[in-house]
């Protein structure tokens, strides 16, 4: 086994191919059953997953690596990455695990962990789990081997929650929503909640076939949806991703509201109620300055963070905040969940629009953004192209140019083998200028 396993958002990689094996899961199913049991009489995990083909194989070799250990396994099925969370601490599971690699494409997979609190694990205890794959997991005996069994009423469950989030009992009636659920993990969910909330629902992207998840569709590409808007005369349109922890809007006019805008009102009226947790939202670096700046003319602090939604509940938590998320759509609210949760950060964009009688679109351009450019770099495995004397002279030489009207973000991807290329700055044409660059330095040393 490689020494490190867990990458910005647990276990990440192609289906059938290391990590993602059907051999990798079951020992990382023994290590983590081993590594969280209790002492107690009972012990138990909770297992959800989207909808890819190979979470069938995934799921099946977890399930055998935590019974082997003695823990009673809870399948789930299809259900929300958030839904796992809250599951886990609700049915008082010693772990959860959501099978899902989230906004990327079908051949890939991962392997999240959650801890008995509902929260994503520490760095502490991921190294632990490794430490007992590299050493061999202690079995149980023959008569303590776990059991499983599927957990019928798991969606349900979450639905129920997921309502009670919405602060208007009276409901969206008279509304035109089109959500997109990315043929992925919230397929039923999402629709049943706002159809249930008394909304009118045209549902696309419900239609997984273990292959299409992500497919020219959800929070990535949210193309269709804005058409289907405009098609159908709707008044907002929700794009969620493969696992539905991330979401952008679409307002009736098309245009596309980022997870910024969206935590950028949510902080405003957060704070104009006295809710916001000391009057600070917790976003990533990858966050615009206009949303900074949004933030500071509204008496609110922002504080970044490295890059996953990991990262931030961890600020969130150790600060004591309650709102916080990523550019990409992650919007975290631990009042109400406690990771990123797509359904709920609509939920409350939809509060506004029924607490103010205004249009989605006089509610998403909260700020007006920086110009920021954003490329990723496909490099080869193996290969260090940020190491090297040329990009590091482009990134330099970029960061001068800038000056204090701009910055440059340059990272490597947690979860692929992609050189992330972010620039920002007030001249829109030097920041092409720059980011061009340090884009073509990049793909010379890959």
Same mark, same amino acid.
Not at 219 to 239: M, Q
Not at 326 to 344: K, R
Not at 376 to 388: A, I, K, M, S
């Given at each position: 086994?490689?020494?490190?396993?867990?990458?910005?958002?647990?276990?990440?990689?192609?289906?059938?191919?290391?990590?993602?094996?059907?051999?990798?899961?079951?020992?990382?199913?023994?290590?983590?059953?081993?590594?969280?049991?209790?002492?107690?009489?009972?012990?138990?995990?909770?297992?959800?997953?989207?909808?890819?083909?190979?979470?069938?194989?995934?799921?099946?070799?977890?399930?055998?690596?935590?019974?082997?250990?003695?823990?009673?396994?809870?399948?789930?099925?299809?259900?929300?990455?958030?839904?796992?969370?809250?599951?886990?601490?609700?049915?008082?599971?010693?772990?959860?695990?959501?099978?899902?690699?989230?906004?990327?494409?079908?051949?890939?997979?991962?392997?999240?962990?959650?801890?008995?609190?509902?929260?994503?694990?520490?760095?502490?205890?991921?190294?632990?789990?490794?430490?007992?794959?590299?050493?061999?997991?202690?079995?149980?005996?023959?008569?303590?081997?776990?059991?499983?069994?599927?957990?019928?009423?798991?969606?349900?469950?979450?639905?129920?929650?997921?309502?009670?989030?919405?602060?208007?009992?009276?409901?969206?009636?008279?509304?035109?929503?089109?959500?997109?659920?990315?043929?992925?993990?919230?397929?039923?969910?999402?629709?049943?909640?706002?159809?249930?909330?008394?909304?009118?629902?045209?549902?696309?992207?419900?239609?997984?076939?273990?292959?299409?998840?992500?497919?020219?569709?959800?929070?990535?590409?949210?193309?269709?949806?804005?058409?289907?808007?405009?098609?159908?005369?709707?008044?907002?349109?929700?794009?969620?991703?493969?696992?539905? #922890?991330? $979401?952008?809007?679409?307002?009736?006019? %098309?245009?596309? +509201?980022? !997870?910024?805008?969206?935590?950028? =009102? &949510?902080?405003?009226?957060?704070?104009?109620?006295?809710?916001?947790?000391?009057?600070?939202?917790?976003?990533?670096?990858?966050?615009?300055?206009?949303?900074?700046?949004?933030?500071?003319?509204?008496?609110?602090?922002?504080?970044?963070?490295?890059?996953?939604?990991?990262?931030?509940?961890?600020?969130?938590?150790?600060?004591?905040?309650?709102?916080?998320?990523?550019?990409?759509?992650?919007?975290?609210?631990?009042?109400?969940?406690?990771?990123?949760?797509?359904?709920?950060?609509?939920?409350?964009?939809?509060?506004?629009?029924?607490?103010?009688?205004?249009?989605?679109?006089?509610?998403?351009?909260?700020?007006?953004?920086?110009?920021?450019?954003?490329?990723?770099?496909?490099?080869?495995?193996?290969?260090?192209?940020?190491?090297? #004397?040329? $990009?590091?002279?482009?990134?330099?030489? %970029?960061?001068? +140019?800038? !000056?204090?009207?701009?910055?440059? =973000? &340059?990272?490597?991807?947690?979860?692929?083998?992609?050189?992330?290329?972010?620039?920002?700055?007030?001249?829109?044409?030097?920041?092409?200028?720059?980011?061009?660059?340090?884009?073509?330095?990049?793909?010379?040393?890959?």
């Amino acid at each position: 086994m490689a020494d490190k396993l867990f990458g910005t958002d647990g276990v990440r990689g192609r289906a059938n191919r290391y990590p993602m094996t059907a051999d990798m899961a079951l020992k990382l199913g023994a290590a983590a059953g081993r590594y969280f049991r209790r002492d107690r009489q009972e012990h138990r995990v909770v297992i959800g997953k989207d909808t890819r083909l190979s979470g069938y194989m995934i799921e099946y070799a977890l399930t055998a690596g935590f019974a082997s250990t003695g823990m009673d396994v809870f399948l789930l099925g299809p259900i929300p990455t958030p839904a796992v969370g809250y599951l886990t601490h609700g049915l008082r599971a010693d772990v959860g695990v959501m099978i899902s690699a989230s906004h990327n494409p079908a051949a890939d997979n991962g392997i999240k962990l959650f801890g008995p609190d509902g929260y994503k694990l520490s760095d502490e205890a991921e190294a632990g789990i490794e430490q007992l794959m590299r050493d061999g997991a202690r079995l149980a005996q023959p008569e303590n081997i776990g059991r499983a069994k599927r957990f019928e009423d798991a969606r349900g469950r979450y639905v129920e929650y997921a309502k009670t989030t919405f602060p208007y009992r009276g409901r969206l009636e008279g509304l035109r929503i089109v959500v997109d659920c990315a043929n992925g993990a919230a397929y039923r969910t999402a629709p049943a909640v706002l159809w249930e909330l008394g909304a009118e629902v045209i549902p696309i992207g419900v239609e997984p076939d273990g292959t299409n998840i992500n497919a020219n569709c959800g929070s990535t590409r949210p193309e269709a949806a804005a058409k289907k808007v405009i098609d159908v005369r709707a008044d907002l349109g929700i794009c969620l991703d493969g696992d539905a #922890d991330r $979401v952008v809007l679409v307002d009736e006019k %098309g245009q596309v +509201a980022d !997870g910024d805008q969206i935590m950028a =009102l &949510i902080a405003t009226r957060w704070a104009e109620e006295g809710r916001l947790k000391g009057d600070t939202l917790v976003a990533t670096v990858m966050s615009n300055l206009g949303l900074e700046r949004h933030l500071e003319a509204k008496g609110i602090a922002l504080k970044r963070t490295g890059v996953g939604d990991r990262h931030v509940v961890e600020a969130m938590r150790a600060g004591g905040h309650n709102l916080g998320g990523e550019q990409s759509g992650h919007i975290v609210m631990t009042d109400y969940a406690t990771t990123g949760d797509g359904l709920i950060g609509a939920l409350q964009f939809l509060a506004s629009m029924v607490e103010t009688g205004k249009r989605a679109s006089d509610l998403a351009r909260v700020f007006e953004p920086v110009p920021q450019t954003l490329v990723n770099v496909r490099y080869t495995e193996g290969r260090e192209p940020l190491e090297t #004397d040329e $990009v590091q002279q482009a990134i330099a030489d %970029g960061e001068k +140019a800038f !000056g204090g009207d701009g910055r440059l =973000l &340059i990272r490597k991807s947690g979860t692929e083998p992609l050189i992330r290329v972010m620039g920002e700055a007030v001249d829109e044409a030097l920041l092409g200028q720059v980011v061009n660059r340090v884009v073509t330095a990049v793909k010379a040393a890959s």
